[in-house]
Structures are given as structure tokens and as C-alpha cells.
């Protein structure tokens, strides 16, 4: 939930935070239901079906929680090659303009 915390009011992002933590709440819940089964499975004596489908759930379950490592900013490249937030940067250059500082003005 801390990238909706980022910034305040942005709707989209508190959206799409909460729908990812949904996603992740399912996958986990795929994952116990399937090892549930399995374990039945097992009982009456295992096979590839089984092994197959436990893999199937744990790689769901580590592309979900990759998603949450996942840093979603929105970056260019600045003159010098480092990577620059493109939301500070549009943020800074409001600020630039607000205050009168551009190239070339007059002081």
C-alpha cells in the first residue's frame, strides 16, 4: 500500500495499489487451496498432474509479490545518463517557471 502514499490524491494509483493487493491476496489463496488438493492428491497417489500444478501456483504466487518489488515510477534519462523521476522533474520545472527562472529571463 506505500506507493498510494507517495501521492496524496492520486486516485489512479490508490486504484491500482489496491487492485494489485487484491491480486495478490487471490494468488495466495490459489496457492493454500492447491496445496490442499495436492495433499488429497497425494494420498491416492501422485503424479506429474500434481507436480505441474503446484509449480504453476508457486510462479503465480513470486509474479505477484515481483510486482510489489517492483518500482512503477516513471523515469528519463538526464543530460548527464542518470535517471531522472519524470514526476519531480515536471514538478520542478512548475516550480522553475512559478518563480521566474528560466534561461535567458531577466532578473
Do not use: C, Y
Not at 68 to 93: C, H, I, M, W, Y
Amino acid at each position: 500500500m506505500v506507493p498510494a502514499l507517495r501521492r496524496v490524491g492520486n486516485v489512479e494509483l490508490a486504484h491500482m495499489t489496491v487492485s494489485e493487493a487484491f491480486a495478490k491476496l487471490e494468488t495466495e489463496r490459489g496457492l493454500a487451496a492447491e496445496i490442499i488438493e495436492a495433499e488429497q492428491d497425494l494420498a491416492d497417489g501422485a503424479d506429474e498432474t500434481v507436480t505441474w500444478r503446484l509449480n504453476e501456483a508457486v510462479r503465480n504466487r513470486q509474479k505477484a509479490l515481483r510486482s510489489e518489488k517492483e518500482d512503477k515510477t516513471e523515469f528519463k534519462r538526464g543530460a548527464n545518463g542518470a535517471p531522472v523521476n519524470r514526476s519531480e522533474q515536471e514538478d520542478l520545472n512548475a516550480l522553475i517557471d512559478e518563480m521566474g527562472f528560466s534561461k535567458g529571463a531577466e532578473g
